[in-house]
């Protein structure tokens, strides 16, 4: 695996690179800086991310919203000195939360969750920023994705979101729960798909339950939803 690690601490960052790279033979980067980190997580993917908690100017729950906003399949594992951060940290979605100084049978427990999660799709939970903060929108309550720019359009039943990812990464995160690329624009939930019809010219028209809205297939996006559901 490729693994992120984040922590202020020279000492604390170089104990658990060791301790991860003795465990198995995983790919580690390992910053004291968390805005480095953000930057580097635009040029490179990453399995997971150990991420210290109280760091100066940007804590490590703070940087997991950031982190998620640009790869959202990521795994999150905190690190901290104080049990006090455990909520807010699995309310991001952390797989585990270890206490310093961890053992190394502790962040082989992390790895292994880590592993399991990986073989098999888990419930995708994404952290879309909005007025108030940020709130947690699962695969399931998304209706359909919209290409917008260098951004996306997320659309529930409730709402509109803008959020800061490509079409390609959200394909590859969302494919697994059962979305449909119908159009190099749309991207489908197969769960609200109501009623589709037939437009001419090899495209199909899609209507979903709980929202008005109806969206157009290209000629490869309903070859692609015949293959799948003919």
Same mark, same amino acid.
């Given at each position: ?49 150990? &991420?210290? =908690? ?9 940087? @997991? ?5 640009? $790869?959202? /399949? !990521? ?50 939970? &994404?952290? =879309? ?9 699962? @695969? ?5 994705? $919209?290409? /917008? !720019? ?73 070859? !692609? ?6």
């Amino acid at each position: 695996m490729k693994l992120l690690l984040v922590d202020d601490e020279p000492l604390a960052l170089r104990r658990l690179h060791k301790m991860i790279t003795t465990i198995a033979d995983h790919t580690v980067v390992a910053l004291e800086n968390p805005m480095m980190a953000l930057e580097v997580a635009k040029k490179e993917n990453f399995d997971a991310a150990f &991420l210290d =908690i109280e760091m100066p100017g940007m804590g490590g729950v703070e940087l @997991a919203h950031q982190l998620l906003a640009i $790869q959202p /399949d !990521l795994f999150l594992i905190f690190q901290t000195a104080y049990r006090d951060y455990a909520l807010d940290a699995f309310a991001v979605g952390a797989v585990d939360y270890l206490l310093k100084p961890a053992e190394a049978s502790e962040v082989d427990r992390a790895l292994h969750r880590v592993s399991l999660y990986r073989k098999e799709p888990t419930s995708v939970q &994404l952290m =879309i920023k909005d007025v108030e903060g940020y709130l947690p929108v699962k @695969a399931e309550e998304i209706v359909y994705v $919209q290409a /917008d !720019l260098d951004d996306v359009i997320i659309r529930t039943v409730k709402a509109l979101y803008n959020y800061p990812a490509t079409m390609t990464r959200m394909q590859k995160l969302l494919e697994p729960h059962g979305f449909i690329r119908i159009h190099r624009t749309f991207l489908i939930n197969s769960q609200f798909i109501k009623r589709v019809v037939s437009i001419g010219g090899g495209r199909l028209r899609f209507y979903f339950h709980g929202i008005g809205e109806s969206l157009e297939s290209s000629r490869e996006g309903a070859r !692609l939803y015949r293959s799948l559901f003919s």
